[in-house]
């Protein structure tokens, strides 16, 4: 027998039924699929559907180029070596991020440098030139929730310095900053393909770039260390098998189909969302730079006001929530308090060298609130329902 669930207040939950699954697929997933399987070409090494959807990913990101991988961490760690990035070196990135971030630097010898985020969530430039040193070789913009971080500011920075300025766009399929897609606004941008993602192939990554000669770098080291129309058994540089498959781009094309189509449903639901969460006292929604001109809404995130914190406890906020059938989560913890991180760190460098990120700690520790992507593909009466939920559990506050 199903146990009943009771609501916060122990009557009935605001809802009971559940939001939208994820993937959604159909008829074009299996055409494509069989079309693969038949063709017996399952691999990576002859590219057919792969080339497809590279040449139509770098369109979708205003790119020259885009090489497929097999996942989003290998992605930033191939992208860090294209650009030059050593053992040792220093990389500038947000703490606010998935642990990808660091770890893929932190797998090639490089050292992570926590420069704090500001009220959006996305990286502070003015904390990244603060951070730099004669050690700092890139900056990794994270463009967090589908947000593109302030890439006008962070370019100037990364020139003026001669940085290398790399993109964790893995939230941020088709997201635009100033009308230009994400990814190919640094040197090199990095997306993932994983099974949450808004576009997913169950596993994947890409790397995208303008730049020719970092391109043909990225298709080297993914690719064993070959070059471009070499023999097979010429390797001129040291490079892994990292090599995306046919099976995953079948995936991959078809889902492309659905991005712009499900992008103007979760950009509607997060516009309603805004409205409604900004009518409930201690709430309110994260505001965004007004150059963003599309948001890949990966995520939807939201605030309690600091003038209720001393009265709410985030996780407590949260167990009503899920009691009242609103799959709100806690978020990530700061990668600067990562233990694991840390213990890295020190064994590259001999210390635990952390920066103190008060901004994202206190937002993971007390402030912010995140919906995934699949609860934004829900209707107008989903989003009544979560704002509804929402005013319930802060009223039993009040």
């Known amino acids: 027998m199903q146990k009943l669930r009771l ?10 039924h559940p939001f939208p699954e994820w993937p959604i697929f159909g008829e074009l997933e299996e055409k494509l699929l069989l079309e693969t399987v038949r063709s017996g070409n399952w691999g990576g090494v002859n590219p057919d559907k792969i080339k497809s959807f590279e040449e139509k990913f770098a369109c979708l990101q205003d790119a020259k180029y885009a090489i497929t991988v097999n996942n989003g961490t290998v992605a930033i760690s191939i992208a860090l070596l294209a650009a030059g990035v ?26 992570p440098v926590f420069a704090d985020v500001d009220e959006s969530m996305l990286i502070d430039p003015d904390k990244v030139e603060a951070a730099i040193t004669p050690a700092t070789k890139a900056i990794i913009a994270v463009h967090i929730a589908g947000a593109p971080a302030n890439m006008t500011r962070l370019r100037e920075i990364a020139k003026t310095h001669k940085l290398s300025l790399i993109e964790d766009a893995a939230q941020a399929v088709a997201a635009k900053w100033e009308d230009q897609g994400v990814g190919a606004l640094g040197d090199l941008g990095t997306f993932s393909l994983q099974s949450s993602k808004n576009l997913n192939s169950g596993e994947g990554g890409v790397i995208v770039s303008n730049d020719e000669e970092l391109a043909e770098h990225v298709w080297s080291i993914h690719n064993c260390g070959r070059i471009r129309n070499g023999k097979w058994y010429q390797h001129e540089r040291i ?24 992008m103007e449903i979760r950009q509607r639901s997060a516009n309603d969302l805004d409205e409604r969460l900004r009518l409930i006292e201690g709430i309110h929604p994260v505001k965004y730079d007004s150059r963003i001109t599309k948001h890949a809404n990966h995520l939807y995130m939201f605030k309690l006001d600091r003038d209720v914190m001393d009265n709410i406890v985030k996780e407590d906020f949260i167990r009503k929530l899920n009691a009242e059938g609103i799959p709100v989560t806690a978020g990530y913890v700061p990668l600067n308090k990562n233990a694991a991180v840390i213990d890295r760190i020190r064994k590259l460098v001999g210390e635990a060298k952390t920066n103190n990120c008060p901004v994202a700690e206190r937002a993971s520790d007390h402030e912010l609130l995140w919906l995934h992507q699949n609860v934004l593909l829900g209707s107008e009466r989903d989003m009544e329902d979560i704002a509804n939920g929402i005013d319930k559990v802060m009223q039993s506050y009040l």
């Open 7 to 16: 609501a916060v207040d122990g009557g009935s939950p605001v809802r009971t």
């Open 86 to 111: 050593d053992a040792g070196d220093e990389v500038i990135m947000p703490p606010y991020t998935f642990i990808a971030t660091a770890t893929a630097a932190l797998l090639i010898g490089a050292i």
């Open 239 to 262: 490079g892994w098998n990292f090599r995306f498959s046919e099976v995953q781009a079948a995936l991959a094309l078809a889902q492309l189909s659905r991005v712009e189509e499900q």
